[in-house]
Structures are given as C-alpha cells and as structure tokens.
C-alpha cells in the first residue's frame, strides 16, 4: 500500500519562510517523478513545482525563485522549501507521486491527504 504522509503546514508571516515535507512508503521513490500541487479556497488544485528522478526541476512563474523543491532518495522524502511568502501563497498544499509500487508495475498517480499553509500578519 502506498502511503504519503505529509506535514509541515502551518501560519506564517509574509515574508517569512515555511518548508513542507512529504514521506513516501510502498513506492519505488527513487524512480519517481515527485510534485507539489497546492490548491485555495474556490480554486481548481495546481502545479507549483516538481523534481524528476535525475533531480531536474520545475516550477510555476509564481513560485520562481521564492520556493525550491528537494528530494532525499535515503529517506524516501520530498521537501518544499517556501521563502518570501507571500498572502496569495495561502492553500492546501498536496505532495504528489507518479511512479511505480514494484518493478514490472503500471506507473500511476499518487496523492498525500493536504497540509494547510496560511499566509497572514
């Protein structure tokens, strides 16, 4: 069974900085493709960053610069890294898994149950 298991979340300042992990168990982790989705009150959930398995990265032009996603293949971990935060940051964010359970397995999607993240002074 695939379990991800997020924490992290919380209040923080503008400005101020914030960092999000997520622990992967029944996956092969270091073969995956690892993102962060966060999604607001009324809005649809998004892409904010992703890291593949060589460790290139991606992110939104709303994130650029500010947040860094990270990938730690021995613990099985990913981590987002949110500096310079800002109100608009504010959102459920959600880690997300696309690989495989065992060798031979179809590649599927995979999502953590959401940590709250609150921008406010």
């Known amino acids: 069974q695939v379990q991800l298991v997020e924490s992290g979340g919380g209040l923080v300042q503008p400005g101020g900085s914030l960092s999000v992990s997520c622990a992967a168990s029944?996956?092969?982790?270091?073969?995956?493709?690892l993102s962060w989705f966060r999604q607001a009150p009324g809005k649809q959930r998004g892409l904010v960053a992703s890291i593949t398995s060589g460790g290139g990265t991606n992110y939104i032009g709303a994130v650029e610069g500010r947040f860094t996603i990270s990938r730690d293949n021995a613990k099985n971990t990913v981590y987002l890294q949110m500096d310079g935060v800002k109100p608009e940051d504010t959102a459920v964010y959600y880690c997300h898994l696309r690989g495989r359970r065992y060798f031979g397995d179809k590649i599927s999607d995979y999502w953590g149950q959401g940590t709250q993240v609150t921008v406010s002074s």
């Open positions: 029944g996956i092969i982790f270091d073969t995956s493709r």
